[in-house]
Structure formats: structure tokens, C-alpha cells
């Protein structure tokens, strides 16, 4: 796969006519969005759909259990097992990376003109790195007052959407952690979602307490924990996710979880016009859009309130 700064330069080669911008086609917009989601470990193991339109729903296809009937030969009972269809809206938002480097800059550091490409690396990585907050915590709902409130209101993020309609455990009465609440929470899902698809998405504190925690069993109580215990609670393996708050726990498929982007990912660089001729500098925007969405509200679960 071509590295970021491959990708912005065959970018910028699309429109031979203009100094100032470049437009990535669709395979590009593509290629980007991929390094994006590469940029964290939860966003290798979500689903991603690309989609022209800005707005418009994913389709959900399933079959119902127990389909299987009795064959009486040379009978045609009239019986046909169903397709259950539905869909899920999405409305993507508009999202945009500004960023300026000075030519003084380019001139005077160490690296030279390699300064470009590791600041343009370095900002196709904490893109990958904000998205996925935004795909967890975004709030329309945030308040003014929240330091970021201008980043957090963009969208809403899965765990709004799970705390709303999926099934939430309340760990707010817990004094610490135990293997109960791992068991009570996945109790609260029906059986056909515990199929070995499931994972504890927490972060990375959360997960260091739970080995903590069963340390502490071991050391005070005497006996040994399967190792197995300290990744998996309840057989269930975890995934690290930086962006959850420690006092979140996330379970589900990862394949629930769904961001959808269109093809119109831009990225624009200019060192032309009056502005950068006067400040001696260069321009960079990078432009997308994108909206997380659950496609099973009933096959999730949430932890809350953790101390």
C-alpha cells in the first residue's frame, strides 16, 4: 500500500492545470480513509462502507432460525424460508484538517524538504487517531462549556448511540471491578449475538485495572487465574480503544459498529495566491466526510459509571 505522502502526490498530479489543489478519485479516496482507519487498533476491526451519496441508508439482510422443515418426496409443501431486509440511515458530516507549514521552516529544520512529508504523515495519522474519538464519543448534544465542544458536537458517536438503544449496565453502586460485571452485562444480550464474534472494547487504564484486580485475587486470596481471564473475561477477548473514557466498557461485534464515507475525500495544498505569497507560506486541507452508525442496537451492550 503507498504511504501517505504517495497518495497526496499522485493527488495533486490529477489536476495538471492547477498549482493549488489535487482531488483523490475514488480508488485514492479509498486508499486514504483505509490508512486513516490504520492509524488505531479499533478502527482495523469496524465496518466500513463507501458510499457516492452523503446521505442515504445501508442495507441490513438476515434470515430467521429453526427454518429447516421435513421433506415428503415428491410433495411441494408451498413452504419458502424468508429474507428479512431492512435498512439504516446515515447522514454524513463534513469534516475538515487545516494545517500551514512556512517556507522558513522548510528552509531552517534538519530534515529539509522531508519536513513536508513527515508533518503530512504525521497528520494523516491523528486524523485516524480524532476519527475514532469522534466514531466513540461525538455528541451533538455536547455542552459550550465543554473545552472540546467544537470537536466533540460534530456527530454522533457509538456510545450516545448504544447508551440510547442498546443494553446499558449501570456500575455506578460497584466499588471497583469484578468478574460480575462482565457476566451481568453479557447476560443483559439475547444468546444468537454470544456466538464468539463479541469484544470488550475498553481503554487501556480499564484494562490494566482488571489485571490488577485479578493480581490482587491471587496474591490475597491464594490459587492461580487462567491467563486466558486477564484478555478475555467471561471468554470474551478485549480491545484496547485510547479514545474510551476509563469509566466505559463497550461490548459488541466490532463488524456492528459502521462508519460510512463517501468518495469525496480532498486533499488541497497550495503555495500560490496573495496570501501565501505574502506570509511566505504553505497551505493544506484535508476534506471529508463521514457518520458512524450501529447496524443492531439489540446486539449491544454497555458498561457505565465505572469507578
Known amino acids: 500500500m503507498p504511504n501517505n505522502q504517495d497518495i497526496i502526490r499522485k493527488a495533486a498530479t490529477i489536476e495538471t492545470t492547477s498549482l493549488a489543489s489535487g482531488l483523490l478519485n475514488p480508488e485514492q479516496a479509498k486508499k486514504f480513509i483505509q490508512q486513516t482507519f490504520e492509524a488505531t487498533t479499533l478502527g482495523g476491526l469496524v465496518r466500513h462502507e463507501m458510499r457516492t451519496a452523503k446521505t442515504g441508508e445501508v442495507d441490513k439482510i438476515g434470515i430467521a432460525r429453526r427454518i429447516v422443515r421435513k421433506k415428503t418426496e415428491n410433495t411441494d409443501d408451498g413452504y419458502r424460508a424468508g429474507v428479512e431486509t431492512s435498512q439504516i440511515e446515515y447522514a454524513t458530516t463534513a469534516v475538515r484538517l487545516p494545517w500551514e507549514i512556512t517556507e522558513e521552516t522548510l528552509r531552517e529544520n534538519i530534515e529539509g524538504q522531508n519536513f513536508e512529508t513527515i508533518v ?16 466513540l464519543n461525538g455528541d451533538e448534544a455536547t455542552e459550550s462549556t465543554d473545552p472540546d465542544y467544537d470537536f466533540l458536537k460534530i456527530n454522533d458517536g457509538w456510545i450516545k448511540q448504544i447508551s ?11 466499588t471497583g471491578m469484578s468478574l460480575d460485571l462482565f457476566y451481568k452485562t453479557l447476560a443483559q444480550l439475547p444468546n444468537k449475538y454470544n456466538n464468539g464474534k463479541l469484544r470488550w472494547l475498553m481503554s487501556p487504564h480499564r484494562a490494566q485495572e482488571w489485571e490488577l484486580f485479578l493480581l ?63 506570509m511566505d507560506k504553505r497551505f493544506y486541507v484535508t476534506h471529508l466526510d463521514y457518520d458512524p452508525i450501529v447496524e443492531e442496537l439489540d446486539a449491544t451492550a454497555i458498561i457505565k459509571g465505572l469507578k
Open 164 to 174: 440510547n438503544g442498546g443494553h446499558v449496565y449501570d456500575a455506578s453502586s460497584a
Open 120 to 135: 503530512t504523515n504525521l497528520m494523516t495519522t491523528q486524523l485516524g487517531i480524532d476519527l475514532e474519538d469522534l466514531y
Open 216 to 278: 490482587n485475587q491471587v496474591i490475597g486470596k491464594g490459587g492461580a487465574v487462567p491467563e486466558s481471564i486477564y484478555n478475555s473475561p467471561a471468554r470474551i477477548p478485549t480491545v484496547e480503544c485510547p479514545a474510551l473514557d476509563d469509566g466505559t466498557i463497550l461490548l459488541t461485534d466490532p463488524k456492528n459498529l459502521i462508519v460510512v464515507n463517501t468518495y469525496s475525500v480532498k486533499i488541497r495544498k497550495t503555495t500560490e495566491g496573495e496570501k501565501a505569497i505574502m
